[in-house]
């Protein structure tokens, strides 16, 4: 399954949208953070590690490398 998929899964399941996550990415990275950019990272899986621990603390979760 895509980051993308499971990531919007949970974040259905939490009550949370992607614009929050990115929201609050902003706040904790003290940069620019828009929802464009982290829907982009998402679908073409550039995310960063230290970015999906970030999001994985923002929403509650625990983040498995499998």
């Known amino acids: ?10 974040l259905y399941t939490k009550g ?7 929201q609050q990415l902003e706040l904790y990275l003290n940069k620019p953070y828009t929802l464009a950019n982290l829907s982009n990272k998402l679908r073409n899986e550039t995310i960063t590690y230290k970015e999906m621990k970030l999001i ?8 498995e490398l499998k």
């Open 1 to 10: 399954m895509r980051i993308v998929t499971e990531l919007k899964e949970i």
């Open 56 to 63: 994985a603390k923002i929403i509650g979760c625990t983040l």
């Open 16 to 22: 949370l949208t992607l614009k929050y996550v990115a």
